[in-house]
């Protein structure tokens, strides 16, 4: 793969190193350097020697994946069945897609024109399954009329087997794909296992391998394909807030609402954008949704770039909901609970989808482990909170410091309640105490110790202090069962 | 939006205006405890029905003063579930948060939390969150923790204290007991401290005075009925 934007010159060979073994060997190299003799797995130092103006970048397997993922992405204006195929493949399944095109070969020759404007050196094939599209992809030489005659040209490495038996393949004679085919098939099976009969299978397509990890197609999706790319942000917003008028429609007729919409903006030299918002409720109002694109676009760290233009744009609702038709009242404002939802959606568009967040119960007596932050986004659970006995002053602190602060504490009996206290370098009198309340520890959640002898008791105390302040303290661990030097901390302040 | 406090609310003509930008501040950093319970007390006085109460904080304030505890908001007699929670690494993007929240007319009270005083917080910031709580008449109460006073459109200044509790039987510290002080306000006399007890089954405010036994002013500060301030509102 040669990047765009290096600036290197097409003949100057190239290669990309990794680390193996503590030898920096060429992992991947470019038509030139083979020209030049070169292979990967090559020690640098030995290549170097042969080829002394060899440009060398570092290898990154990483990289390369999210580059492949964007590209199959920007794929998805030929179908939506297109996946990356690491390291180094693209998978399409144009089944039914090429008449739009005008045929497989102008959409291939689309794609690699794409792909070459990226920098990209491409070679491609078609085959009904994909493992014999990739191998006549990777392997083929192309110069047959017929898929099947040139699956049948392979050479044995296209049945991507351990480098085992690909030697033992070829040490039987067996070089290419026709002449392993010609053998019967138990046989095989019984020499070189049952996974060389079933990749054989695939690459001669009599059996299938169900294609995976292909992005969920949206039932409901808006599309529009312009003549001449689109370079102005504006307009493509406005075609937008178009496209969401038509799928709210589409909503409308199926009585449903969208609770998170996409945009894909196709650029003309093939990267696709996506962008995503997401609602507390279902919608179908185009506005609404529009307003949130606004707003998300707002937040972006890099705006959307159309570089040459875009030249497609497609919208889709990737979840829905029903939404029966509901009347709007007669002054024709909305109700408070969806003004709330609103403001819940716009701010979880512009602090990201924990930012802003409201608790959930979790059962367990653990103070700092009893709430659970959950996105206000989503529905909130049936869930309730204990409620405090009547006539009863607060027994839990409204601020509650995560970790607990470590605090010095005189007390009278090693455990007896606290009677002064040193926290943040002030001296703090108690006057008035209440405790302890003992929180066990949680035994029951720790496999490796079933009696719970390294987790430690809790006695907590709700104490005032000669100022009139209340906190909550806690000693940790039981003095001379479980600990002998006692250890208090600060947990949290009560109002 | 009265306190339940009948002096306090006899002194503000009835209590609290909503849609008007309420300051809470704590000279001493000691006493972040009672003003975040202040905070939640006001904002659980101002709640109607389910609208939330939206709790904005900068992450400053929150490792100093402690997170919210939701357990500890129950017990006080308020709905944990209705409370929104969003956390800020600085003031500036809070404040400008806390405007667009004032102006979606859902929730019942915003309640802006920070520590010191942070530079964005001047006359115009605060001049934003009193015209947005306007157009809404959503209350907002900007709480400043370890802070000094600085000219802003506040309608209420007040400082907290904590202040002893009635003791319950067995020496247990009781309902929550603040001194409230007036500090300034708009139109009308301030500089006057109270006594409050927080009630929190009724969810009120109540003299804490007449509820028990007499509880004297912390040291340093002294009952300012005598020295009553007169201030000309302007604006």
Known sequence: ?495 | MAFGHAPLDGWLDGGLKRAQLHEILTENAKDMGAAAGFAAMLGLRSQQGDGPIVWLRTRDAERHGGRFHAAGFAALGGDPATVLLATFPNAVGMLRTAVDVLRCSGPSAVIVECRGNPRAFDLTASRRLTLAAGETGIPVFMLRLGAAAVPTTADTRWSVQAAPSHALEAKAPGYPVLVLTLLRRRGGPAGKSWLAEWDCEQRCFRDAALSGAMVSLPPGRQDTDCEEKRLVAIG
């Not at chain 1, 959409?107 to 920098?119: I, S, T």
């Not at chain 1, 002053?393 to 470590?406: C, G, M, N, V």
């Not at chain 1, 009677?419 to 035994?443: C, K, M, N, Q, Y």
């Not at chain 1, 009696?451 to 661990?477: K, N």
Request: aromatic share 8%; net charge positive; with cysteine.
């Open chain 1, 1 to 495: 793969m040669r990047r765009n934007g290096s600036s290197l010159s097409v003949d100057t060979p190239f290669a990309l190193v990794e680390n193996v073994k503590g030898a920096i060997r060429l992992a991947a190299i470019d038509p030139a350097a083979r020209k030049q003799g070169l292979v990967p797995g090559l020690t640098l130092a030995d290549a170097r020697a042969r080829v002394p103006e060899l440009a060398v970048h570092d290898h990154d397997p990483a990289a390369d994946a999210r580059w492949l993922d964007r590209l199959s992405e920007g794929c998805g204006r030929y179908t939506p069945m297109a996946t990356a195929l690491p390291p180094d493949a693209l998978l399409l399944d144009i089944t039914g897609c090429t008449h739009l095109f005008g045929g497989e070969l102008t959409l291939v020759a689309d794609a690699v024109k794409r792909l070459k404007k990226l920098g990209m050196a491409t070679r491609f094939a078609f085959a009904p399954t994909s493992e014999a599209a990739y191998a006549l992809a990777r392997w083929g030489k192309g110069g047959a009329d017929d898929e099947e005659e040139a699956v049948r040209r392979l050479p044995v490495a296209a049945l991507a087997l351990d480098a085992e038996k690909e030697l033992g393949l070829r040490r039987a004679g067996l070089k290419t794909i026709g002449m392993v085919a010609e053998r019967l098939r138990p046989g095989i099976a019984a020499r070189f296992g049952e996974e060389t009969v079933t990749a054989l299978e695939r690459l001669l397509g009599h059996s299938r391998r169900p294609l995976g990890a292909f992005p969920k197609k949206a039932a409901i999706h808006a599309e529009r394909r312009f003549p001449e790319p689109v370079a102005r942000t504006e307009y493509a917003l406005e075609i937008l807030s178009q496209l969401l008028r038509e799928a709210g429609e589409e909503l409308y007729r199926r009585g449903k609402g969208g609770r998170c919409f996409e945009a894909r903006f196709f650029r003309a030299d093939g990267l696709a954008k996506k962008l995503s918002v997401e609602l507390g409720r279902p919608t179908r109002d185009p506005e609404e949704a529009m307003r949130l694109f606004r707003e998300r676009i707002d937040t972006l760290d890099d705006p959307i770039d159309p570089g040459f233009g875009f030249d497609a744009i497609r919208l889709s609702v990737a979840i829905q909901e029903d939404l029966p038709p509901s009347q709007i009242g007669i002054e024709g404002d909305t109700d408070r609970e969806s003004r709330i939802a609103a403001m819940i959606d716009r701010l979880s568009v512009r602090l990201g989808r924990n930012g802003v967040v409201r608790c959930h119960p979790v059962d367990t007596h653990i103070p700092e482990a009893c709430q659970r932050l959950v996105p206000a986004i989503e529905k909130p659970k049936e869930a309730s909170w204990p409620r405090p006995a009547p006539g009863e002053p607060p027994r839990r602190p409204l601020q509650l410091f995560d970790p607990p602060e470590p605090i010095r504490v005189t007390a009278e009996v090693p455990d007896g309640p606290p009677w002064r206290f040193i926290w943040r370098g002030r001296d703090h009198r108690v006057t008035l105490f209440e405790g302890p309340e003992r929180i066990a520890s949680e035994w029951w959640r720790s496999p490796r110790d079933p009696l719970g002898e390294t987790r430690l008791t809790r006695d907590y105390y709700r104490v005032e202090d000669s100022e009139g302040r209340r906190y909550w303290l806690f000693r940790h661990g039981l003095y001379a069962r479980e600990k002998r030097n006692m250890r208090w901390y600060m947990h949290g302040l009560f109002a």
